[in-house]
């Protein structure tokens, strides 16, 4: 790729903490979760923010997908430890990253579903776009088929996957999350799965950061 979507930012936390790199949502920086990444420091993890280019994801479908691959590929490569973090794109990058990196033992996931084209899909302005350009949402899905967490399910008893998702998160969808705890349950990882009510994506991202000393627990481990 010509142009990388991808910044690594600055560390939170100890310089001998255990390494976690979080993926930040799309159009975030780490900036957008100081509070929370200062909080993870100081329970002894060393933070490592990548967010992503605004434009991440657009009605250029296999522009789309390229740049996204591309994207897990030059994380995959940055990592420095077992654990991986991501809240809505970022979660859908850490399972890519996870499935490319066995060495990956604890995800934590927060707001996302299933299918990354069924949460695209909810994006109004974009679903119209999409369909200016002549997509509908069942080829978008095998378009945006290795993007999507169901594609990328990590594996195995060491392999350990917290998911949190709110039930009224309209841009994710609950049957589109709710299938993807299922296929977790169902993966042969150690999953806890963690159901809210928070109004909105938004508020959904902010509660699945909202227990910091859980997270950091379910990072170590």
């Known amino acids: 790729m010509s142009r990388s979507i991808v910044r690594r930012e600055r560390a ?44 991440a994801y657009s009605d250029d479908v296999d522009h789309t ?8 590929d030059e994380l995959a490569g940055d990592l420095e430890g077992p654990a991986v ?3 809505s794109l970022g979660a859908d990058l850490a399972f890519m990253v996870a499935n490319r990196r ?8 927060i707001a996302t579903g299933a299918s990354f084209a069924r949460c695209a899909w909810q994006d ?7 369909i200016e350009r002549g997509w509908t949402l069942p080829r978008l899905e095998i378009a945006w088929r290795e993007l999507s967490p169901e594609h990328n ?3 195995g ?3 350990r996957v917290r998911f949190s998702y709110s039930a009224y998160d309209r841009l994710i969808g609950a049957a589109n999350a709710s299938e993807l705890a299922a296929a977790l349950r169902a993966s ?7 159901r809210g009510h928070a109004p909105g994506h938004l508020a959904a991202c902010a509660a699945g950061l909202s227990a910091p000393a859980s997270l950091a627990n379910a990072l170590k481990r």
Do not use: K, Q
């Open 157 to 159: 008893p060491n392999r």
């Open 124 to 130: 109004r302005p974009l679903r119209r776009r999409l």
């Open 65 to 72: 997908c390229a740049s996204l691959l591309s994207a897990a």
């Open 153 to 155: 399910l990590p594996d």
């Open 85 to 87: 973090m991501g809240l």
């Open 12 to 55: 939170y936390g100890p310089s001998d903490g255990i390494p976690v790199a979080f993926y930040c949502g799309a159009g975030t920086t780490g900036r957008s979760y100081e509070l929370w990444l200062r909080l993870l420091g100081r329970r002894g993890l060393r933070v490592c923010p990548y967010s992503f280019a605004v434009d």
């Open 188 to 194: 042969g990882a150690v999953v806890d799965v963690r």
């Open 102 to 109: 066995s060495d990956v033992r604890n995800l934590v996931a």
